[in-house]
Antibody, heavy 119, light 108 residues
Framework: QITLKESGPTLVKPSQTLTVTCTFS??????????VGWIRQPPGKALEWLAL???????RYSPSLKSRLTITKDTSKNQVVLTLTNVDPVDTATYYC???????????WGLGTVVTVSS | EIVLTQSPGTLSLSPGEGATLSCRAS???????LAWYQQKPGQPPRLLIS???TRATGIPDRFSGSGSGTDFTLTISRLEPEDFAVYYC?????????FGQGTKLEIK
């Protein structure tokens, strides 16, 4: 059974760096075709895909946020970490991580972690 | 970058009726790698359909997907009370994995 769980700070100040962690079980991120992605959702708004990392360390980013995002993996810890630099109140959102195979959709999601950007 | 436009923004229907939700892409979606998700308040999205028409595990057969190229449709044949939610389409075959803006299906 695949599970994912997001963790991170609930409150971040503007201009700081946000770091959220996805801890997963039930699959290996060293197995061929496996990926983990990050998606966020501001309150009352639509889903926005942010980044994705594959088993072979191939990394993909949202073009609009690419300069501020970094995604990394720690296969031994079964974790994927997303950092977002220079945050602004518009970055306030629920941040989700999700499992994906190369051409498949995001089939299993975590429950999300709520992050507020405010001074 | 492909833009996905969903219509209508809100759909008001009664249980037992059928629902048709649309997702239009600004350019052709490669290999029809188009997914549909359902999201209820306070919950993460749930995958319903991938590759335009393949139901995910455990999804009832009243949910069906169709379409190709730039025009895709999610059809719910007989609405159950638990089907009232927000639905999103997403391009999943290649980066960027864009989402549509969502269609809210509400009880009339």
């Amino acid at each position: 059974q695949i599970t994912l769980k997001e963790s991170g700070p609930t409150l971040v100040k503007p201009s700081q760096t946000l770091t959220v962690t996805c801890t997963f079980s039930g699959f290996s991120l060293s197995a061929r075709d496996v990926g983990v992605g990050w998606i966020r959702q501001p309150p009352g708004k639509a889903l926005e895909w942010l980044a994705l990392i594959y088993w072979d360390d191939d990394k993909r980013y949202s073009p609009s946020l690419k300069s501020r995002l970094t995604i990394t993996k720690d296969t031994s810890k079964n974790q994927v970490v997303l950092t977002l630099t220079n945050v602004d109140p518009v970055d306030t959102a629920t941040y989700y991580c999700a499992h994906k195979l190369v051409t498949d959709a995001f089939d299993v999601w975590g429950l999300g972690t709520v992050v507020t950007v405010s001074s | 970058e492909i833009v996905l436009t969903q219509s209508p923004g809100t759909l008001s229907l009664s249980p037992g009726e059928g629902a048709t939700l649309s997702c239009r892409a600004s350019e052709s979606v490669n290999s029809n790698y188009l997914a549909w998700y359902q999201q209820k308040p306070g919950q993460p999205p749930r995958l319903l359909i991938s590759a335009a028409s393949t139901r995910a595990t455990g999804i009832p057969d009243r949910f069906s997907g169709s379409g190709s190229g730039t025009d895709f449709t999610l059809t719910i044949s007989r609405l159950e009370p638990e089907d009232f939610a927000v639905y999103y389409c997403q391009r999943h075959g290649g980066s960027p994995y864009t989402f549509g803006q969502g269609t809210k299906l509400e009880i009339k």
